[in-house]
């Protein structure tokens, strides 16, 4: 018996969807990495102090240091455009927050929290 | 009359023996056993980034936080894409950490309970609300936000600080009460249930259960060799028919059901073997000279 092996047109269908999904979930990716940028408020060392040690209680709280050159002499807070591989590091340790204004604010000056605020 | 070719073996076959030892491997890539620490890159498992021995970010954690800030996770949805097109539910099975503790905690003899079968789209409502809309509307402030109610960021993250500050003879960081009951209510239910969290709450196991029916690497069942026996519906610990409903999103790829020989997995490279068509004869090998 010739035993030839087809693809049938179902198996067509799912293998143009598999690359579509392939080809979509790259493009994102990519996407995200080279272009996609968030702007960020870096608040002045001092706000940014006591906003940390306010709102996290029970966590370590890195010691004081210098604030980022940015956001050294400003009178208010400096903004900064983070990529989004940067801004997925800052959520993994609560490194910002969503103001009522709607922009996002870093909750930190100078090194990262350590931990997750939850 | 046509011969029935279809067998049931009382083992797992090969492939499917393997897995807890891809879970293990896996496992060891997740701990990150070179202090990596690419919290920048998301995962695409079920592993809270909130753990000291954690490689990448946790997807679901930054699809919330995401919410929570109103910015679109291009980085998140794009790695879920990618790797839910290509493996579809055997992310679950296969690869992620807290499906394995669930499989090692299920092997201790306990009798265990099947949940009805709805009971698998009360994930879809944990992604919408607890994931998405909680964050979005609330903040991450909120009490109901999931990573403060998520079992895994409990046990991964809140348990160990918790342990290793003993080790310090330091004041202890007890997680909140909450956490605490979630958490242990879900590993009391590992003991009686297969999967629990990923069968009734994992947002993550919801999100990949969409790729199912379009994943690269799939589950098939041969219509002409089922016979409907329903013993795969015995085998099957979610409470799915695999022979009717094989692209299910509660399946997690245990590969139970592929001891009938009806059932196994495929690709999309996979082919079928031509059937003769109706009322033809199979062409016939050249005789020997």
Known sequence: ?118 | MVAMTRTFSKTPPKFARWRVWVQAAFLLVWLDPFMLRLHNVCGPVFHCYACPLATFACPIGVLANFSALHVIPLLAIGTLVLVGGIFGGFVCGWACPFGFLQDLIARIPVPKFHLPSWTGYTRYAVLVVLVLAIPFFYGEAHPLFFCRVCPAGTLEGGMYNVAAAAVKRADLPWPSLPKLIILGLIVAAMFVQWRPWCALFCPLGAIFGLFKRVSAIFLRVDPEECVSCSLCREECRYGIAPDKQIGDPRCVACLQCTRCSAISIRTIFSRDEAKPAPGTTPAASPPAQ
Do not use: F
Request: hydrophobic content about 40%; overall charge negative.
């Open chain 1, 1 to 118: 018996m010739a035993n030839h092996e087809v693809a049938s047109p179902a198996w067509r269908g799912r293998g143009t969807g598999v690359v579509l999904l392939i080809l979509m979930g790259a493009a994102a990716i990519v996407y995200a990495v080279t272009g996609h940028g968030i702007t960020v408020l870096v608040p002045p060392a001092k706000t940014a102090e006591s906003s940390a040690q306010g709102e996290t209680p029970g966590q370590a709280v890195e010691p004081p240091s210098p604030a980022p050159p940015q956001a050294v002499g400003a009178e208010g807070p400096a903004a900064l455009v983070e990529s989004e591989p940067a801004l997925v590091r800052e959520v993994t340790v609560g490194g910002v927050k969503r103001l009522a204004s709607g922009d996002i604010q870093r909750t930190y000056s100078g090194q990262a929290p350590s931990q997750c605020p939850t």
